[in-house]
């Protein structure tokens, strides 16, 4: 019985072309985002109602002094007892799912019905946001609508230097565990995040608040 479908998203390997960024604009139609340039190369500053995939940047210096220059592809994790789907249906039942077949967690335009602060404070990694004119609730959805007719992801065919795998949940599992003992040769803090809670698996070399203040539950 399959156990659904994973991402992997393999931080060593992201060059920050944010190719993910503009392709999950593209295939869900979002309007672009107005912004103003404040002194990073992140852009836009935060994930919204119409930015579901952004690539962060982050930027410091290490204990041996030396900088470092981290990416972080975000998205939602798609949990695997998601918080925020127990969070809006104890509002509205209709204002959220978790697809059966692939483990992918749907907002419905009923969400708007639930508070929206509870329901993103129910997030450990800080995802939901709301439309200012619909009041619904919005993030990455996996590409349902694409992986239900046996296509990946728009994010991950995007990206052209393989830092991001989709498939099945198993494999993903895998392949991340395969990697990360890689990686541990010449990285001792490789690690996954939070592999066993979360379909969206990210990998990183070094402290997780190094690359966002959400990047671990």
């Not at 981290?70 to 925020?84: A, G, I, K, V």
Request: with cysteine; aromatic share 8%.
């Amino acid at each position: 019985m399959s156990k659904g479908k994973s991402i992997m998203v393999d931080t060593s390997r992201c060059t920050a072309c944010r190719g993910c960024q503009v392709a999950c604009k593209q295939w869900n139609g979002l309007p672009g985002t107005k912004t103003r340039q404040l002194g990073t190369y992140q852009n836009p500053q935060d994930v919204s109602a119409e930015t579901w995939k952004l690539v962060r940047f982050s930027e410091g210096i290490k204990e041996n002094g030396k900088p470092y220059w981290y990416f972080f592809s975000e998205q939602c994790r798609h949990c695997l007892e998601p918080p925020c789907v127990d969070s809006i249906g104890g509002y509205q039942p209709e204002g959220a799912m978790r697809d059966e077949a692939t483990g992918a967690v749907i907002f419905k335009p009923a969400s708007k019905e639930a508070p929206f602060e509870e329901v993103k404070g129910a997030c450990p990694y800080n995802i939901p946001r709301q439309d200012a004119k619909s009041k619904e609730f919005f993030k990455c959805t996996m590409c349902l609508d694409r992986i239900t007719n046996n296509r990946i992801p728009a994010c991950v065919q995007s990206c052209p230097t393989g830092a991001m795998a989709f498939g099945e949940r198993d494999a993903i599992v895998e392949m991340v565990k395969k990697r990360v003992e890689e990686l541990k040769k010449t990285t001792p803090k490789a690690m996954a995040l939070n592999p066993d809670e979360v379909r969206v698996i990210y990998i990183v070399t070094d402290d997780p608040k190094k690359y966002h203040q959400y990047a671990v539950a």
